[in-house]
C-alpha cells in the first residue's frame, strides 16, 4: 500500500530509466495506453473534494502556472492535479502544437506544458510501433496524427518539460522530478557517463519540487516525502519522509494514508515523532495558510 502513495504521473512508466532510477515508481500504465493522471499516488483519488478556488490558486490560473481543467482546490490554498484521458486531442499532432507556439513563446507554461505531452504521445506511438507493441485501430491513427510532428525533429526533440517548468507549471516542476529520461538524453548509461548532468538534475528537481509545494500543491509534498524515502534526489531520512507526507495529509485527507504511513511511525522514536509533526504543522504553514 505505501507504494501506491507516490506521485502518480502515470505516463513515467513508459520510461526505462525513470523505472530503473526511481525504483518507487508505479507501472500504473502499460506501453500502448493512453491515459495520463497526475494525481496523487494510484489511489483512485476521488477529485471532487474540492473546495472554493482560493486567491493563491486563482494566481496560478492566471499565471498559467496552473490549468483550472484540471486542478482540485482545498482550504484555502492547497490543491492537487487529476489529469485522465489522452495526452493531447485527437487530429493532427503538429497542427496541434504549433497552435501552442505562440503562447508558448509569450510564457505561458500551460501551452508549453501541453506542446510536452503532445510530443510525449507521439514519441510513445512511434516507440510502441517500431517495438513490435500490438497496434490496435486506434494506435495506427494516433501514428498517423503523429506523423508530421515525428519527422520534424528539432520541435520534437526540444526540452519542454525543463522549460515548461522554468516558465513556472506547477505539472511540469513536479513531473521533472521522476522523468530524468526527458532532461538526461540517453538513458541510465548515459547517467553513469555524465554525473554531473545527473547532480544538476536532482539540484532543478529539489527546486522545482519545493517551488510547487510551497506554492500549495498536495503532490510535490507526497513528490518529496517519496524522495526521502527513496534516497534519489534527497538523502534518505525518514523523519522528513513522514513530515512531507503528514503536510499532504493536512491539505486534504489522503485515502489509506495511515495504513501506509503507521509502518514509517513504528520505526521513529518518540523525538523523532515529534519532528515530524513539527515539520508537517511548519510546512503547511507556510505553503498553505493565508
Known sequence: MRNKIILAVAIAAVCAGVIALIPNAPRSLKQGDTGFNSSIAGLEYPGSTGSRISSGTKQLFDSHALDPAYTVSHGKRGFNVIRTGPLRPEGDALAYVQSLLPASRRGSANATFNIFLASLDCKRSYTGS??????????????????????????LDMDWLTEAAEQGSIEA????????????????????????????????????????????????????????????????????????????????????????????????????????????????????ME
Open 173 to 288: 516542476m513536479t513531473m521533472y522530478s521522476i522523468n530524468p529520461d526527458y532532461v538526461l538524453p540517453g538513458g541510465p548509461k548515459s547517467y553513469l557517463r555524465d554525473p554531473e548532468a545527473v547532480q544538476r538534475w536532482k539540484s532543478n528537481a529539489k527546486t522545482y519540487l519545493e517551488k510547487a509545494a510551497m506554492s500549495g500543491s498536495q503532490d510535490a509534498f507526497i513528490a518529496i516525502s517519496n524522495g526521502y524515502s527513496n534516497g534519489v534526489i534527497y538523502e534518505y531520512n525518514p523523519v522528513s519522509e513522514l513530515g512531507y507526507a503528514m503536510a499532504a495529509e493536512k491539505i486534504s485527507p489522503i485515502p489509506g494514508f495511515e495504513e501506509a504511513y503507521r509502518p514509517i511511525a513504528k520505526g521513529l522514536s518518540p523525538m523523532q515523532l515529534r519532528q515530524s509533526e513539527s515539520l508537517s504543522e511548519a510546512l503547511y504553514k507556510q505553503c498553505c
Open 130 to 155: 517500431a517495438h513490435g507493441s500490438e497496434a490496435g485501430q486506434s494506435s495506427l491513427e494516433s501514428l498517423k496524427e503523429c506523423e508530421a510532428l515525428l519527422s520534424d525533429k528539432k520541435l
